[in-house]
């Protein structure tokens, strides 16, 4: 009935009316929706307040004799600029604080009278006149002046107020910070009082003008008898005065990990998806965090350069054309026909350089043969249980994966279970290797293997617990700094080297070039669970990443394309 209603409504509110019949269509129309309780008093205020006002607008039309068409636009702006003016009946002075505009007040006077917005370019206030003002054509002496008459206004203020006077401006621009001067007669008025106090001027001037801080938090608000009312703060500006300044910890003490049940299973893509960055599953697995992120909506917008995302998707879609065996050159003409790249000879450019280091890439396959596999998963890892379903290229020699960054730890990690997987399946050989195929930029592919691993139980129930122990507290195994801790370690054998060049990952600088290395710790998740703390001198950091990531570094060989 509802809806039958509203369309039927929706169709005779777009035929113009006459102005005798336009307002009785809006009472109609206020008694097809509105039915009002006589007991609910605001109910009724408020539907009579509407129905007083639909009758002034009927009274104005009769007056207009105006027998055009007028639309149902017209007559709701009427109806909103009507309902927008206070009414009439409302008393100008009630209890409490009286808040209203600025209007004549010299015999009405105030034990307190606060005056908001004297900043300059507002007061006094600036109208511009009507199209139709014949005095703004032809003015004569006598004319009324809104600026003159807000002038008299504020020394009428002055008059009627009693106890106190508060009169404030905005003294801070909102854009640049700047400082913006007070409107000319509030100047005038601190200029009258420096005259008036002379040489004393400078000892009472603190007490007359008052900067106001911007932020509720501010220091400044919890100091001598000017107090705030933004309470939630005072336990910090405490905290502050006692001399803390050190950010506190997301967590304080690593917990055991939880029981589990050895019936509960758990999903394979979510445990690699944990391991690609475990403060975030901490945060959002476990702890249910809802964090806003910025993303940059560059949805229509014309792409300038290829960038490494735009590299990643560039490649990925040449590797499944390949994958499916569709012909690389038509997939190079449909990226190109999708506007994705730069214009012009820039994109044509990067299109073609990217699809050689494609073929290049693709010649250090084995046998440059690659298929992709859905591997059903159903096995168990020490005490935990895994299934579901895992998507695997396969090669010649066993799984596979490309892209254009070095691999990190979380990349070999995936690639490993992956293989270990396939081999307890018995779809491959137990001396089987996995492959990542590097296509950098400007340079020659390289084709780095995971060879077997020396001992796959024991990395495989180090992954477990890893997992397990990451369900109760944040994991410190970053993949970059994790992997460059693991890698150093595996070549020098120097703890000590392996933690500073963990370090140079995790904080970041300036590279060999002069480039600003983004450091890992500026990342979202891992500033909010690792806060306050220095992660690579974090004990469990070396602990953890000796365990997961320096058997795959042990095993890890790079074989550059001649």
């Not at 009169?167 to 509030?186: C, E, H, K, T, V």
């Not at 001399?243 to 049940?261: I, L, N, T």
């Not at 879609?317 to 065996?325: C, E, N, P, Q, V």
């Amino acid at each position: 009935r509802l809806l039958r209603t509203l369309e039927r409504w929706r169709l005779r509110l777009q035929e113009s009316s006459t102005p005798a019949t336009g307002v009785e269509r809006l009472r109609q129309l206020l008694d097809a929706f509105f039915k009002v309780d006589a007991a609910d008093a605001a109910a009724a205020d408020a539907d009579s307040a509407i129905r007083d006002c639909l009758e002034s607008i009927d009274q104005q039309l009769v007056l207009a004799e105006s027998a055009s068409a007028i639309s149902f636009d017209v007559l709701v702006a009427a109806v909103e600029d009507a309902l927008a003016q206070p009414p009439r009946w409302q008393r100008f002075l009630g209890e409490g604080a009286t808040v209203c505009a600025l209007v004549p007040l010299r015999s009405v006077p105030f034990r307190v009278i606060a005056v908001l917005g004297l900043e300059h370019g507002a007061f006094p206030r600036r109208t511009p006149p009507a199209g139709f003002d014949l005095m703004a054509r032809s003015p004569r002496l006598g004319d009324r002046q809104p600026r003159t008459d807000d002038r008299q206004l504020l020394l009428d203020t002055l008059l009627a107020a009693r106890d106190h006077l508060h009169l404030s401006y905005i003294g801070i621009d909102a854009n640049g910070g700047g400082q913006r001067p007070p409107s000319p007669p509030l100047a005038e008025i601190i200029d009258c009082l420096r005259i008036s106090y002379a040489e004393r001027w400078e000892s009472v001037a603190n007490s007359i003008l008052q900067r106001h801080p911007l932020e509720p938090y501010a220091a400044e608000n919890f100091v001598g008898l000017r107090s705030s009312f933004a309470g939630q703060w005072w336990t910090a500006v405490q905290a502050e005065r006692a001399g803390w300044r050190a950010e506190k910890p997301f967590f304080s003490d690593r917990a055991d990990p939880p029981e589990r049940v050895d019936s509960e299973a758990v999903d394979v893509e979510r445990l690699l998806h944990f391991y690609r960055n475990p403060a975030r599953a901490f945060l959002v697995d476990v702890l249910r965090l809802s964090r806003a992120r910025w993303i940059e909506d560059r949805e229509g917008e014309e792409a300038q350069v290829v960038d490494r995302k735009a590299a990643r998707n560039l490649l990925q879609r040449l590797l499944d054309a390949h994958l499916r065996g569709t012909p690389i050159a038509d997939c190079v003409k449909r990226i190109a026909a999708e506007g994705q790249l730069p214009a012009g000879y820039a994109g044509r450019h990067a299109l073609d350089g990217w699809s050689e280091s494609f073929d290049a890439a693709i010649n250090l396959l084995p046998g440059a043969e690659a298929t992709r596999r859905i591997l059903p998963v159903d096995v168990q890892i020490a005490t935990l249980p895994l299934t579901g379903q895992l998507s695997v290229i396969m090669g010649k020699d066993g799984p596979l994966a490309m892209g254009v960054d070095e691999p990190n730890g979380a990349t070999l990690l995936a690639l490993a279970l992956a293989r270990e997987f396939l081999i307890q399946q018995g779809a491959i050989s137990a001396v089987a290797t996995a492959s990542y195929i590097e296509v950098p930029a400007g340079e020659a592919p390289r084709r780095h293997v995971v060879a077997p691993l020396s001992d796959a139980p024991a990395w495989l129930t180090s992954v477990a617990e890893g997992w397990q122990c990451g369900q109760s507290a944040p994991l410190p195994l970053p993949a970059r700094a994790g992997w460059a801790y693991a890698r150093t370690l595996d070549r020098s054998g120097d703890p000590q080297k392996a933690l500073s060049r963990a370090q140079e990952l995790w904080n970041g600088g300036e590279g060999s070039q002069g480039v600003h290395n983004r450091g890992e710790h500026s990342d979202a998740d891992f500033a909010i669970a690792f806060r306050g703390i220095d992660l690579p001198q974090l004990g469990a950091f070396s602990d953890w990443t000796t365990r997961i990531y320096s058997p795959l570094a042990a095993v890890l060989a790079t074989e550059r394309r001649k």
